[in-house]
């Protein structure tokens, strides 16, 4: 079946640090999601990525498609406090409608 | 904002006994899913429902659970006979199916079984 791979598993930072969180998928994906998760809290979208290299950028945030559509980054500027959580990955196979999930990178930052 | 709203937010039964969990889409939304999440895991995809259909169920174990979506009403899971190893967080998850493919999710019922 369909494997989203996603590293690395913990990542700490300072405050003001760049980070970045990569995923794999085994098998080619329409499209690939995004979301990020608090301690306690629910998964919260963030963005959707469709074609084939594709960048969108949301303020310090960027995410990207490889040319592929097998495997997709997030690369956070200058981190801040505020973006502490778990951040996953999610693809889309076909016309399936199923998200499959990356096992998540979880981001502390340190004030 | 009518967001994705899920109840019981926390649930704890004993062995045996059956758990019921239920999902309101976002309003204007006719797809649900549901995810299980174990504690420090990604999300696992169960069940991809549309009113009154199920049409993706690969993600479900074949015995105790069932998803229903009836016309009228929130999308119910059902775990009969829970045990031990069904405890988790149970999130469920929205989409337009008209606009797009992103899943809005509910805040979860963490489901805890003793």
């Known amino acids: 079946g369909q494997q989203v791979m996603q590293i690395p598993q913990y990542q700490h930072v300072q405050e003001g640090e760049d980070f970045t969180t990569y995923c794999n998928s085994s098998?080619?994906?329409?499209?690939i999601q995004w979301y990020k998760q608090r301690p306690g809290g629910h998964p919260v979208f963030l963005i959707q990525?469709?074609?084939?290299?594709e960048v969108k950028k949301q303020k310090r945030l960027t995410f990207q498609f490889g040319e592929a559509k097998k495997n997709s980054s997030l690369h956070i500027t200058a981190t801040q406090t505020t973006d502490v959580g778990t951040y996953f990955c999610?693809?889309?196979?076909?016309?399936?409608?199923?998200?499959?999930f990356g096992s998540g990178t979880q981001l502390t930052v340190l004030p | 904002n009518a967001g994705v709203m899920q109840n019981p937010r926390h649930l704890v039964r004993r062995r045996g006994q059956e758990a019921r969990l239920r999902c309101s889409p976002m309003?204007?939304?006719?797809?649900v899913y549901w995810y299980r999440q174990l504690p420090e895991e990604g999300l696992k995809f169960m069940v991809y429902?549309?009113?009154?259909?199920?049409?993706?169920e690969s993600g479900m174990p074949k015995e105790r659970f069932s998803a229903e979506f009836p016309k009228e009403g929130p999308s119910i899971l059902r775990i009969q006979q829970v045990v031990r190893g069904d405890s988790a967080a149970y999130f469920c998850?929205?989409?337009?199916?008209?606009?797009?493919?992103?899943?809005?999710f509910g805040p979860g019922t963490r489901l805890t079984v003793t």
């Open positions: 998850a929205s989409s337009s199916g008209t606009s797009g493919y992103e899943q809005y």
């Open positions: 098998t080619t994906l329409s499209n």
């Open positions: 990525l469709v074609k084939s290299g």
């Open positions: 999610a693809g889309m196979r076909g016309s399936a409608r199923q998200l499959t």
């Open positions: 309003k204007g939304h006719s797809h």
């Open positions: 429902l549309q009113k009154e259909n199920i049409i993706d």
